[in-house]
């Protein structure tokens, strides 16, 4: 399998300091007519110069309801690509081609289709955090939001591969009540909650709600009051009558979340890691300065080999006809 990962651009001149980036910004937006996306674990800076803010697929949705002749996705790499699969015509590009994922990372596409192999009867459902490459072996790409609706709609006779991580497929095993063959992928991010962590943090605000991303391990999720993806987990702090929320995923999402609810009191789970926050490293490598740069050079551009795109779209347009 040709991998779809572009190779990395040269290194570039460092930015004016004495720059306004967000005017500059927002000058190259319109003069590129570009759309400028990002993801919840953004910087907040770059949330609030967005476009549109939402999780990887719902902004790839977003992008195509736009005239935009250029995307601007500050995420990481799947999530570019996702959106040029979606938006073919569009040019995609990317503050820093280095901001991958360590979920989908930890599914090679060579490994995967041989793995694959001792599963020729089941049906291969995958998560949207995966790369081009992985969804074009899949029959089939699913949300953390609707995973569960993707996993009961194959029939109960057919055997089910479930890709790439582990904690959300054995999340949906709990919620459709059928065994899958999972993919041992986890993310960095989400692995780093544990429940003797979230045991103490309770303790200590006992009237608060703690939420989780089903991305946590599965003893985190047995104590979390809430389960919901990244837009799931903001709409229940939107609407609930709570007025305290521990939060159990990466720490970006708080920007929206207490723009939603500024009466809220937020706290962001404790991670055991060295500097005890749930911070993705390759989400934070995308800055106002190179978001400055990409607009400007369009560049680094994302890009997926037709073959590929054609195979990645099949089990998306199978998604869409499900939900």
């Not at 953004?42 to 002749?69: C, N, Y």
């Not at 911070?279 to 978001?291: A, D, F, I, S």
């Not at 740069?293 to 994302?302: G, H």
Request: glycine share 4%; charged share 25%.
């Amino acid at each position: 399998m040709t991998s779809a990962f572009p190779s990395p651009v040269q290194e570039r001149e460092p930015v004016d300091p004495t720059l306004d980036l967000e005017v500059e910004i927002q000058r190259l937006k319109e003069e590129r007519k570009a759309v400028i996306l990002a993801h919840y674990y953004q910087d907040s800076e770059i949330q609030d110069l967005a476009d549109f803010v939402g999780d990887s697929f719902g902004l790839s949705r977003q992008a195509e309801k736009t005239d935009a002749e250029v995307i601007a996705f500050c995420g990481v790499h799947f999530m570019a690509e996702t959106a040029k699969i979606l938006n073919p015509g569009k040019k995609v590009v990317v503050p820093d081609l280095d901001a991958g994922c360590s979920l989908a990372d930890r599914c090679p596409p060579e490994a995967f289709a041989k793995w694959l192999e001792q599963y020729p009867d089941h049906v291969v459902v995958s998560y949207i955090n995966t790369s081009a490459a992985i969804k074009a072996l899949s029959d089939i790409v699913c949300t953390s939001s609707n995973a569960a609706n993707v996993v009961a709609s194959i029939p109960a006779d057919k055997p089910v591969v479930f890709a790439p991580d582990r904690h959300l497929g054995r999340w949906v095993e709990r919620q459709v009540g059928r065994k899958m063959v999972l993919w041992p992928g986890f993310c960095v991010v989400h692995e780093q909650f544990t429940a003797r962590r979230m045991l103490a943090i309770k303790r200590d605000h006992p009237d608060a709600d703690l939420i989780a991303h089903p991305e946590c391990e599965q003893a985190v999720l047995d104590l979390a009051d809430f389960i919901g993806s990244t837009a799931q987990l903001i709409q229940h702090v939107r609407t609930s009558p709570k007025t305290k929320f521990i939060v159990a995923t990466e720490m970006g999402i708080l920007h929206q979340m207490q723009k939603a609810r500024p009466d809220a009191e937020l706290i962001g789970a404790p991670a055991d890691s060295g500097c005890q926050c749930a911070v993705c490293p390759y989400m934070r490598l995308n800055t106002m300065e190179k978001l400055y740069l990409c607009l400007r050079d369009l560049a680094p551009e994302v890009t997926v080999p037709e073959e590929i795109a054609k195979r990645a779209l099949l089990p998306v347009e199978r998604m869409l006809a499900i939900a």
